[in-house]
T-cell receptor, first 110, second 114 residues
Framework: DAKTTQPPSMDCAEGRAANLPCNHS???????VYWYRQIHSQGPQYIIH???NNETNEMASLIITEDRKSSTLILPHATLRDTAVYYC???????????FGAGTRLTVKP | DVKVTQSSRYLVKRTGEKVFLECVQD?????MFWYRQDPGLGLRLIYF???????EKGDIPEGYSVSREKKERFSLILESASTNQTSMYLC?????????????FGDGTRLSIL
């Protein structure tokens, strides 16, 4: 029962912004949107999360639509090291069962 | 920065062996988790713990047990390893009852059972 929908793959030129979309049309009011990424053979790396407002940290920005049914992760200046699978997850804060879908495989090209 | 450390990156064991996977976190997190990750199946929760000596079953606890004797350490035990337990095992930790706080993962242990 997938709660999120992401494109299977995307390409981005090095130095350009990478915009990764995620649809979560059935999100409920107390569910957060989390983004993780996983580089081959490593554990998932937390990137950013949000509830209603847009968020920014040193890694990325998260834009959540006003109706909360979709969001976009923005990597402002993609580098080759950003090549990874990116996962968008919706989860209530007291729900411990984190489930990753297929994610988006982002390839940053020189 | 949060640090979740798993004792081994790669491990090879034989069928029937008792296998211990160790995980340590340095952020004073109450919650700790063990997942396995398999191609096409995503992440599946095996066990989690919200306090010392407390444990809760996840989706796939059969064939596994856990131990949490200290807050910072959470061990996963394969009682009698079988080939279908060959997988990537991921440990994670998080705060309890802090709204929205994310889980942080270790680098994983790739376990092969021969």
């Amino acid at each position: 029962d997938a709660k999120t929908t992401q494109p299977p793959s995307m390409d981005c030129a090095e130095g350009r912004a990478a915009n990764l979309p995620c649809n979560h049309s059935t999100i409920s009011g107390n569910e957060y949107v989390y983004w993780y990424r996983q580089i081959h053979s490593q554990g998932p790396q937390y990137i950013i999360h949000g509830l209603k407002n847009n968020e920014t940290n040193e890694m990325a920005s998260l834009i959540i639509t006003e109706d909360r049914k979709s969001s976009t992760l923005i990597l402002p200046h993609a580098t080759l090291r950003d090549t990874a699978v990116y996962y968008c997850i919706v989860l209530e804060y007291n729900n411990n069962d984190m489930r990753f879908g297929a994610g988006t495989r982002l390839t940053v090209k020189p | 920065d949060v640090k979740v450390t798993q004792s081994s990156r790669y491990l090879v064991k034989r069928t029937g062996e008792k296998v211990f996977l160790e995980c340590v976190q340095d952020m004073d997190h109450e919650n700790m988790f063990w997942y396995r990750q398999d191609p096409g199946l995503g992440l599946r929760l095996i066990y989690f713990s919200y306090d010392v000596k407390m444990k809760e079953k996840g989706d796939i606890p059969e064939g596994y047990s856990v131990s949490r004797e200290k807050k910072e350490r959470f061990s996963l035990i394969l009682e009698s390893a079988s080939t279908n337990q060959t997988s990537m095992y991921l440990c994670a930790s998080s705060f309890l009852d802090r709204a929205g706080q994310p889980q942080h993962f270790g680098d994983g242990t790739r376990l092969s059972i021969l």
